[in-house]
C-alpha cells in the first residue's frame, strides 16, 4: 500500500475551527495518485474487461432476466459503467445459504475482472478429450506471466486454460493473472458463450450456453470461485471437500433438479453435447 501524504494548506490566525468533510480524504488520494487509485480504494464491483462479447448491463440481465435466479438475488446485482456491481444481498432467513457471502466477497475485493470466452473441444479417435478456454480480451492480449531471463529481463509466457477431462466447462477462475499488456495481477472470471465440438469421427458441431447455463455459470464462478479466493478458502473442485460440494449445490440447485439420490442432474445442453460426441444427434 502507498502512503499518501496530506496537503497542508495555511489558514489566517482568524479562521474558525475547520472539520474535513469526509470527502476530503477521497479528494487528496485523487489529486496525488489520480482517479485510477480511488476507484480502485473504493470500488465494490468486478470490472468488465474491454474484450468482452457482452457489455457489463447484458451480463447483468443473463441474471436479472433469469426465471430461476432468486429475486433476492437479482434485486442485489446490477451493472455501472462497465462493472458488474453487488449492493445488498438480502438472502432469505429461513434457509442458510453459504455461497452468498463469497458471492458478495468477490465484489468487495475490487480486484477481479469478468470477460466471456470461447471453449474448443476436440475429441481424439483414442476417445480422449482436449479442451481450451480462450477468453475474450483485447486485440492480441493473452494471459500468462512473466519469467526473469536475465539482469533487468523478462519474457513473457502465454498460460493456456485447458482440460483433458471429460467435461462440458461453462466458466473458469483464474486468480492474479498478468497479461502480456498488463502487468498489475488481477483475478480472471470467464463465462462461455460458444463450445466448438469436434467429435472422434471428424463431425463438427457449435453449441450455445443457454440462459441457464450462462447464469448459473457467473453465480457459480463469482460465488463458488473469484469469493472463496478472495476469502482465503478453499474453492478446487473435491469430492472430499464438503464445503466447496455444499456451495457448488446451492448455487446449483436454482438451475438444475435433483434426482432420487439428492443429485443435481446435468444441464440438457450438457447431455447435448455427450450425445453429439458419442454419435448421437442431440
Request: a positive charge; zero cysteines; glycine letters at 10%.
Amino acid at each position: 500500500m502507498k502512503q499518501v501524504s496530506a496537503r497542508r494548506t495555511r489558514r489566517a490566525a482568524t479562521a474558525p475551527p475547520h472539520r474535513a468533510p469526509a470527502t476530503s480524504w477521497i479528494l487528496r488520494l485523487q489529486r496525488t495518485a489520480g482517479n485510477r487509485a480511488v476507484r480502485r480504494l473504493l470500488q465494490r464491483d468486478i470490472a468488465v474487461h474491454k474484450g468482452s462479447q457482452l457489455t457489463a448491463a447484458q451480463l447483468a440481465d443473463v441474471l436479472k432476466k433469469n426465471k430461476n435466479v432468486p429475486d433476492w438475488l437479482k434485486k442485489g446485482v446490477g451493472s455501472s459503467g462497465g462493472s458488474l456491481t453487488a449492493g445488498r444481498v438480502a438472502a432469505p432467513k429461513d434457509r442458510i445459504l453459504s455461497f452468498v457471502d463469497s458471492f458478495v466477497a468477490a465484489f468487495k475485493a475490487g480486484n477481479w475482472d469478468i470477460t466471456t470466452a470461447k471453449s474448443k473441444i476436440v475429441v481424439g479417435k483414442d476417445g480422449k478429450w482436449r479442451q481450451i478456454v480462450t477468453p475474450d480480451l483485447g486485440k492480441d492480449e493473452r494471459i500468462g506471466f512473466y519469467m526473469k531471463t536475465g539482469p533487468g529481463q523478462r519474457e513473457f509466457s502465454e498460460s493456456t486454460l485447458h482440460s483433458e477431462d471429460p467435461e462440458i466447462i461453462y466458466g473458469w477462475t483464474e486468480p492474479d493473472t498478468v497479461t502480456n499488456k498488463r502487468d498489475e495481477k488481477r483475478g480472471l472470471v470467464v463465462i462461455i458463450t460458444e463450445i466448438d465440438v469436434t467429435a472422434a469421427d471428424g463431425r463438427h458441431k457449435v453449441f450455445t450456453p443457454g440462459p441457464d447455463e450462462m447464469a448459473e455459470a457467473i453465480v457459480h464462478e463469482i460465488g463458488v470461485h473469484a469469493g472463496r479466493i478472495a476469502q482465503g478458502r478453499p474453492d478446487v473442485h473435491s469430492d472430499t471437500d464438503s464445503s466447496v460440494r455444499d456451495v457448488v449445490n446451492e448455487i446449483g440447485g436454482f438451475f438444475r433438479p435433483a434426482n432420487d439420490k439428492g443429485e443435481l442432474d446435468t444441464s440438457p445442453l450438457t447431455k447435448q453435447i455427450f450425445a453429439f460426441v458419442a454419435g448421437g444427434k442431440p
